[in-house]
């Protein structure tokens, strides 16, 4: 089974904090997506990554970066927090033609 | 730009009852439409289809897509309480790419 592993479930920062979030995968998976997801918006692409070093703007990446140093590994950052990044941040991965699988996701408070 | 639309946002159900929903899009060089099942943490996979016609089913939840009217439903029958959850909608976008375009999600709500 895929295992996709985000590193916190809660995390409460402050308005202007650099915030890292960081996504493991255990299947040597190619393809690594980061989402955030909203009341009403549904789930948003913000990053993905094809391959290590590789990134690519998804529909809303203002105020966001990524990091792919590892396959295994896919971190997003938030330069400079705001309140509207407060939401549900979702990892996820895939092979090819295959679902993508989801992390449990990290519910991120910014006050 | 690629759309998916689920109907409806909300539903309440009692159990026993059979539900449908619905689930519409406009996808340029459509690939494949997905089917997730999200209770408290991760959306689940639960059905991929990329043929017209053909009924996808697993226990009490069956699928089916129509190309040609571009839409899909998702089917579950008797339902329980167990199945209360946000069912989410989303297409594979275009050739070589694997990114995902969802719907808003049907939230759906099952009491006994």
């Known amino acids: 089974d895929v295992k996709v592993t985000q590193s916190s479930r809660y995390l409460v920062k402050r308005t202007g904090e650099k915030v890292f979030l960081e996504c493991v995968q255990d299947?040597?998976?190619?393809?690594m997506f980061w989402y955030r997801q909203d009341p009403g918006l549904g789930l948003r692409l913000i990053y993905f990554?094809?391959?290590?070093?590789?990134?690519e703007k998804g529909d809303i990446p203002e105020g966001y970066s990524v990091s792919r140093e590892k396959k295994e590994r896919f971190s997003l950052i938030l330069e400079s927090a705001s309140t509207n990044q407060t939401s549900m941040y979702l990892c996820?991965?895939?092979?090819?033609?295959?679902?993508?699988?989801f992390g449990d996701g990290t519910r991120l408070s910014i006050l | 730009e690629d759309k998916v639309v689920q109907s409806p946002l909300s539903l309440v159900v009692h159990e026993g009852d059979t539900v449908t929903l619905n689930c519409s899009y406009e996808?340029?060089?459509?690939?494949?439409l997905l089917w997730y099942k999200q209770e408290k943490k991760a959306p689940t996979f639960l059905f991929m289809l990329?043929?017209?016609?053909i009924e996808k089913k697993s226990g009490r939840l069956s699928s089916i897509l129509d190309k040609k009217e571009l839409f899909s439903i998702l089917n579950i029958t008797a339902t329980q309480t167990g199945d209360s959850a946000i069912y989410l909608c989303?297409?594979?976008?275009?050739?070589?790419?694997?990114?995902?375009?969802f719907g808003k999600g049907t939230k759906l709500s099952v009491i006994p």
């Open positions: 990329t043929s017209s016609g």
């Open positions: 996808v340029t060089n459509f690939r494949s």
């Open positions: 990554s094809y391959d290590v070093k590789m990134k």
């Open positions: 989303a297409s594979l976008r275009g050739a070589g790419s694997y990114q995902l375009t």
């Open positions: 299947m040597d998976h190619e393809n």
């Open positions: 996820a991965t895939t092979l090819s033609n295959q679902p993508q699988h």
